[in-house]
C-alpha cells in the first residue's frame, strides 16, 4: 500500500491556510491594486485593508494597532531589533552594546555579531544543559546596559521554553530594552504581550499558515529603534516603502486564527506529540529527547538517536515518506553540528545524531500513527545495516 508523506516540519513553514489564501485574493487579482499612501479612492480602499490587516496582527497580541510594524519576515524583524536599538543607542550618544542568548535562532545571533562590524559589541548569555538561561550571567551582563536584550520564547530547534516574563522583568529592572522572538511561540503558546514589559517582539507568517515573505516587529517605543532602511515616511518611518498588502491581509487574517484557537491548538498538538515521543521512545530505548526535563512547547519534539547521523537519517525518513529535519531549516546543508545543541553542553557527535520533528496545524492523528510506525523501524534498519557495514 503507497500512503501520502507525512509533514512534520512545521517549525521550517507551515502551509497557506485556505482562510488566509480567501482573505489574500481580492489584492491578488486586481480588486485592490491601489498604493495605501495614495489619496484618491484606490489608494484609500489599499490603505484601509493595510489598516484592517495592523488592527488584527495588533489585537492577536494583545497590543496597540500603532505599534505593528510589517516586515519581509522573521528575520528582518529581528535585524531590525537588534540593530535598530543599538544604532538608536548610538544616536543618544549610549554605549551600542546588545546582548542575547546563546541558543537565539541565527537571525539574531548573526544581527548582534553585526554590531560589532559598526562599531558596537555583543554578549552571548549561556544556557544551561536544559537549555535555559543562566539567570547569573544575565544579571551580570545587564549590569553593563545594553542596549537591548534578546531571548525568544520557544526554541525554534528544541521547543524548550524560556522564563521570558521573568526575563523580561529583569531587564525592565535593569533599564534595558527587551525584545523576544515570538517565531515559534505565537499560535502554539498561549501569550499574549500586553501584560509583560516587552518592548520589541517578532513574529513570521509563514510559521502560522501565512505565506512567506511577511511578517511584523512590534515596537512599543519607537524613540528606542533606529530604522535599517531608509526612504519614505511608511509605518512611522522605521520600515519606509511601499507595503506588501496582500501578505499583511493574510498576516493578520492568520494572526486572528492563530490567537482564537490557541489554547485548544496547544492541547491538541501537545497530546500527538507526546504519543510520537512515546512511539519513538519505546522503539528506539536509547533515544534521548532534548531539554527533556523543562517545560517545552506542544509542537516542537528534537531527539538524539546515538549511533546515527543526521544527514544518513533525513535522507532515508523521506524515503520512507515521513518529512523531518535536523533542526533549523536556515541551516540546513550545514556540516557543523547545531549551535544550539552546543550550547546546551551536548557532545559534538551526538548533536550530529539530531532529528526535530515539528507539528502543525494540518498534522492529524493518522499522520502520527504513521509517524510512529516508521520512524523507529526506519531507524532500527539504518542501524542494523550501518552494524553490519563495520562489522
Aim: with cysteine; proline share 5%.
Amino acid at each position: 500500500m503507497n500512503f501520502p508523506p507525512v509533514y512534520l516540519d512545521h517549525a521550517a513553514t507551515t502551509p497557506v491556510r485556505p482562510e488566509v489564501l480567501e482573505a489574500m485574493l481580492p489584492l491578488l487579482g486586481g480588486e485592490l491594486f491601489g498604493n495605501p499612501s495614495s489619496g484618491h479612492r484606490f489608494g484609500r480602499d489599499a490603505h484601509a485593508a493595510l489598516e484592517g490587516a495592523r488592527r488584527e496582527v495588533a489585537a492577536a497580541l494583545g497590543v496597540e494597532p500603532g505599534s505593528v510594524v510589517f516586515t519581509s519576515g522573521g528575520t528582518e524583524a529581528n535585524n531590525l531589533a537588534i540593530i535598530g536599538s543599538a544604532l538608536s543607542a548610538r544616536d543618544r550618544g549610549e554605549r551600542m552594546l546588545v546582548a542575547v542568548a546563546a541558543t537565539e535562532h541565527k537571525a539574531v545571533l548573526a544581527a548582534a555579531h553585526e554590531v560589532t562590524h559598526l562599531g558596537g559589541a555583543e554578549r552571548v548569555v549561556p544556557v544551561t544543559s536544559h537549555g535555559l538561561i543562566d539567570m547569573g550571567v544575565l544579571d551580570r551582563i545587564l549590569s553593563e546596559r545594553p542596549a537591548v536584550l534578546s531571548v525568544m520564547l520557544v526554541n525554534n530547534e528544541t521547543g524548550v521554553i524560556q522564563p521570558v516574563a521573568a526575563i523580561a522583568r529583569r531587564a525592565e529592572a535593569a533599564g534595558v530594552a527587551f525584545h523576544s522572538d515570538l517565531v515559534q511561540a505565537f499560535g502554539k503558546v498561549p501569550f499574549t504581550l500586553g501584560d509583560h514589559p516587552i518592548g520589541l517582539a517578532t513574529i513570521s507568517g509563514h510559521k502560522i499558515g501565512a505565506p512567506k515573505g511577511i511578517g511584523a516587529l512590534l515596537v512599543r517605543d519607537r524613540s528606542r529603534l533606529a530604522p535599517l532602511i531608509h526612504g519614505g515616511s511608511q509605518q512611522r518611518g522605521l520600515r519606509p516603502g511601499t507595503e506588501n498588502i496582500a501578505g499583511a491581509v493574510g498576516l493578520g487574517r492568520a494572526a486572528t486564527l492563530a490567537a482564537g484557537h490557541v489554547a485548544e491548538e496547544s492541547a491538541r498538538l501537545r497530546r500527538l506529540l507526546e504519543e510520537l515521543a512515546a512511539a519513538l521512545r519505546a522503539g528506539i530505548p536509547d533515544l534521548v529527547v532534548v531539554g527533556g526535563s523543562e517545560e517545552r512547547a506542544p509542537h516542537v519534539l528534537n531527539v538524539l538517536v546515538p549511533g546515527t547521523d543526521t544527514a544518513s537519517l533525513l535522507m532515508h525518513l523521506d524515503l520512507a515518506g515521513i518529512a523531518a529535519s535536523g533542526g533549523s531549516a536556515c541551516a540546513t546543508g550545514a556540516i557543523e553540528p547545531s549551535h544550539v545543541l552546543l550550547a546546551m553542553g551536548i557532545a559534538p557527535d551526538l548533536a550530529h545524531s539530531a532529528i526535530r520533528f515539528s507539528l502543525g496545524w494540518e498534522t492529524t492523528s493518522a499522520d502520527i500513527a504513521r509517524a510512529a510506525s516508521v520512524v523507529p523501524a526506519t531507524i532500527n534498519t539504518l542501524r542494523h545495516a550501518a552494524g553490519s557495514l563495520h562489522g
